[in-house]
């Protein structure tokens, strides 16, 4: 016995919006003969892609092309890649849409105009209160004498030669006359005597009013004494050298 069948076709959408044509064959049972429908369902046929089909090959392109950045950047040496990375860091921008180079020159240009202004104002402003002296308001004389013995190898001299005596004159001025802490109060040498080798000199300074603490510092005698010295010990060997230890002075 055979029964008559009546196929009905159904067309399905499927989600990743291609349009199929899917056909389900469904069985209806003619003269109630089947209690069950039968249902064959074929697979779904497109001309495209399916969904996952493209993602899995967008993710091959993807892998494809990030690996093939890696393995530019690997192939670069070290020292490319960290000049990339500082570049890459110099150009982010970090306040106000400036850039971090822009900033870091901003700092810089302040902070030397900080330092240019402050020696400015240090140079210019600032005044050296010791430095403001009247000289004619040194009145209180204070006076030194002694005695040296000149190098008889640079002493070629007549001992009554006026002129050695005036050249001795000379050379112990420029000492005093050239110390920053005795030219301001310094104001005479004299040579008294000159036998043979032998001289002795007078000396002569001048204090304001208020010289206690001048007496017992800057003119006392071991500064004084100690200028002179310092003087003969770097002298170079010439004419009317004096010899540095036969150098003796005192107050008076």
């Known amino acids: ?24 064959i469904e069985v209806i049972p003619g003269n109630g003969a089947c209690s069950d429908h039968v249902k064959l369902e074929r697979n779904e046929v497109s001309p495209l892609l399916s969904a996952p089909q493209v993602a899995e090959n967008n993710g091959e392109q993807h892998l494809h092309v990030d690996g093939g950045g890696d393995t530019d950047s690997l192939s670069q040496p070290k020292w490319q890649r960290e000049l990339r990375r500082v570049k890459r860091e110099l ?65 070629t001299s007549n001992s009554q030669d006026e002129e050695t005596i005036k050249e001795l004159e000379q050379k112990l001025t420029d000492v005093y006359s050239s110390s920053p802490a005795l030219e301001r109060y310094f104001s005479l040498v004299t040579i008294n005597n000159l036998q043979d080798t032998a001289a002795q000199f007078n000396l002569q300074f001048m204090m304001p009013l208020e010289h206690e603490e001048l007496i017992q510092n800057t003119l006392s005698l071991k500064m004084v004494k100690s200028v002179l010295l310092q003087h003969l010990y770097d002298q170079d060997t010439g004419p009317f050298s004096i010899i540095p230890t036969s150098l003796h002075m005192e107050v008076g």
Request: glycine share 4%.
């Open 91 to 155: 150009n982010e921008v970090v306040v106000w849409k400036l850039k971090l180079w822009t900033v870091l020159l901003i700092i810089f240009i302040a902070i030397a105009l900080v330092i240019g202004i402050s020696l400015t104002v240090c140079a210019v402003g600032h005044d050296d209160e010791d430095e403001k002296y009247d000289k004619s308001s040194f009145v209180v004389a204070r006076f030194f004498r002694g005695n040296f013995t000149l190098d008889v190898n640079s002493f």
């Open 1 to 24: 016995m055979s029964d008559a069948l009546e196929l009905k076709h159904i067309q399905v959408v499927s989600d990743n919006n291609n349009v199929s044509n899917d056909q389900t």
